[in-house]
């Protein structure tokens, strides 16, 4: 029998260390972001009917191909959710009580099977915001400040690409693309960046004549704009925004649930070709599922945290290089002063990592290579004495301080970790 060889699906990572935090950092901006703008926290299952994901769907949709599909032991039909979109859905038509218009987010896992690449994982973290009850444009043009602002307080500068459905579905009405080919059409235009324009043409030409495909192209590079793109536009301008945002009549955005406005996000220096996050208008979906005589229009935006991680990484974020424990103690020998400090340093101050094994080479070879600006090492002598010795580990140099005196240890260690020490 071969030996087992532990490993990780592809598209399937662990995180942890600077990785971590910096998802963690991540998150927390966004949660900020996402409550000042109004949006209360929803947590939905993983775990669904496989007939609630693939309701919307024909069943060689890609997105059904990239379900991950299972049975429990009552041989019911499941799905790992591949969105938070469907689930989110779901949540509006299991509780038809709630208050209109309705402000949620999300952050959570999600799962596709499909294909992977920088930015675009099997398992990853989407982070949703979704509105319910709001027909407006404002709140489309809204959900695209806020993400210009998040984007750029995160450290990307963000290109905003938008367009909308009903658009499209006229231009391609325009060069005779037929009303049942349109969903089909609609998929390939969407890949339009990603393939050549010989595969391009190869593909359109299964629905509609070949001398049209040019038509197409042409007619995407100036289209006359509707009221929604105008109006839309108007309110980013006056946002500040608009240097941020590029229109792309093509912009289809895959799925066919969208209705209206679409938009997708990359990285202006497009350290990576995925893009960073994106959403539109949905207002189908939820009223179709509920179908009770009432309308429920819906937009929401996904912002792709594995994809923003990618990119700064990328840039070498140097926040994300060192570590949050500021100081390593290394205890010699069994003494109450020293769990002293420990408790009141870890109180008042910082985070203090305890190294046990002794060896003092090791500990200092420990603390350089996991960026740790501080070392002390508690010995007999240093109880005996009161007394204690600070190494900082960047400059080699080392400054002695009263055992008990947590203030100007607290002081001395924290302005050596923010780099004000002199």
């Given amino acids: 029998m071969a030996k087992f060889k532990p490993t990780n699906i592809k598209g399937a990572d662990d995180l942890f260390g600077n990785a971590f935090k910096m998802k963690n950092d991540i998150v927390n901006l966004l949660k900020v972001s996402f409550e000042r703008y109004g949006y209360q926290p929803l947590e939905t299952s993983q775990l669904n009917y496989l007939e609630t994901l693939t309701y919307k769907y024909e069943d060689n949709a890609e997105i059904v191909k990239e ?49 992977v690449k920088a930015g675009r994982l099997r398992e990853f973290y989407q982070c949703d915001i979704d509105v319910v009850g709001d027909k407006s444009i404002a709140v489309e043009a809204e959900m695209i400040v806020m993400a210009v602002g998040v984007y750029k307080q995160i ?4 290109i905003v690409e938008y367009g909308n459905r009903k658009l499209l579905t006229q ?15 609609i998929g390939i235009v969407d890949k339009m960046k990603k393939i050549t324009e010989a595969e391009l043409t190869a593909e359109l030409s299964k629905y509609m004549p070949k001398e049209n495909v040019g038509k197409l192209l042409m007619a995407f590079k100036n289209p006359p704009k509707t009221n929604a793109i105008v109006e839309l536009e108007r309110l980013l301008r006056v946002y500040g925004v608009n240097d941020n945002c590029v229109f792309a009549p093509h912009l289809a955005r895959g799925l066919n649930v969208y209705t209206g406005t679409v938009w997708e996000i990359f990285d202006k220096e497009r350290r990576i070709t995925s893009s960073l996050g994106g959403g539109g208008r949905y207002d189908r979906i939820i009223t179709e599922w509920i179908d009770n005589g009432q309308e429920y229009p819906a937009v929401g935006m996904s912002f792709g945290l594995e994809p923003i991680m990618k990119v700064l990484e990328q840039a070498n974020n140097a926040k994300y290089n060192d570590s949050r424990v500021w100081l390593m103690v290394v205890p010699m020998c069994e003494s109450n002063k020293t769990l002293e400090m420990l408790r009141e340093l870890r109180e008042k101050w910082f985070g203090v990592l305890v190294w046990n094994e002794g060896r003092v080479g090791k500990a200092f070879e420990y603390a350089d290579k996991e960026n740790i600006p501080c070392v002390i090492v508690v010995g007999e002598k240093e109880i005996a004495s009161g007394k204690i010795q600070i190494k900082d580990m960047r400059s080699g140099n080392t400054k002695e301080f009263k055992m008990d005196d947590f203030s100007k240890i607290g002081k001395y260690v924290s302005d050596i970790a923010m780099g004000d020490n002199k």
């Fill in 67 to 115: 379900i991950y599909k299972l049975k429990d032991q009552g041989d019911r039909d499941l799905g790992l959710r591949y969105d938070l979109t469907v689930p989110f859905c779901k949540f509006i038509a299991m509780n038809r009580n709630l208050k209109m218009p309705f402000r949620r987010y999300e952050i959570g896992k999600v799962w596709r099977n499909g294909p």
């Fill in 155 to 158: 450290g990307i500068e963000p």
């Fill in 171 to 185: 231009i391609l009405q325009s060069v005779g693309v037929e009303d049942k080919n349109i969903a089909s059409v």
